[in-house]
């Protein structure tokens, strides 16, 4: 997919293998994504040859993208992205997550895993 996203939009894309608990608990792999991405806001044009633009990620990456993007408002105030693309993350965290609670049927993630991942990892 980003070997795609890099030849169709003629872009150099990046992928951060941030570490994964349980060996690296949270929050190693969050700090991993803050630090490649004020290395990229930094340093990408005299490295890549143009400036960060867009960062994004798919389920967990979409939530760290998040996590990361937020990161960046306060150590890189003067930065801004083109753009965000966000594939089936875990954004809304106050509990309403619709997905996990509107439907009859079962679902991957729902309301009560949710409300155990945010209670274990989101502590208030």
Same mark, same amino acid.
Do not use: W
């Given at each position: 997919? *980003?070997? $795609? +996203?890099?030849?169709?939009?003629?872009?150099?894309?990046? &992928? %951060?293998?941030?570490?994964?608990?349980?060996? =690296?608990?949270?929050?190693?792999?969050?700090?991993?994504?803050?630090?490649?991405?004020?290395?990229?806001?930094?340093?990408?044009?005299?490295?890549?040859?143009?400036? *960060?633009? $867009? +960062?994004?990620?798919?389920?967990?990456?979409?939530?760290? &993208? %998040?996590?990361?993007?937020?990161?960046?408002? =306060?150590?890189?105030?003067?930065?801004?992205?083109?753009?965000?693309v966000l594939n089936f993350g875990a954004y809304d965290c106050s509990g309403?997550?619709?997905?996990?609670?509107h439907f009859d049927r079962l679902l991957v993630l729902d309301g009560e895993?949710?409300?155990?991942?945010?209670?274990?990892?989101?502590?208030?």
């Amino acid at each position: 997919m *980003l070997k $795609f +996203m890099a030849d169709k939009a003629d872009l150099t894309v990046i &992928s %951060v293998g941030y570490r994964l608990a349980p060996e =690296d608990p949270y929050p190693a792999g969050n700090e991993d994504c803050f630090d490649v991405a004020e290395y990229l806001v930094d340093n990408a044009s005299s490295e890549f040859g143009g400036n *960060l633009s $867009f +960062m994004g990620g798919d389920s967990a990456g979409g939530h760290l &993208s %998040v996590l990361t993007a937020f990161e960046l408002l =306060d150590t890189r105030p003067k930065f801004a992205f083109k753009g965000l693309v966000l594939n089936f993350g875990a954004y809304d965290c106050s509990g309403f997550l619709p997905q996990a609670h509107h439907f009859d049927r079962l679902l991957v993630l729902d309301g009560e895993i949710m409300a155990k991942y945010m209670e274990a990892y989101l502590p208030g």
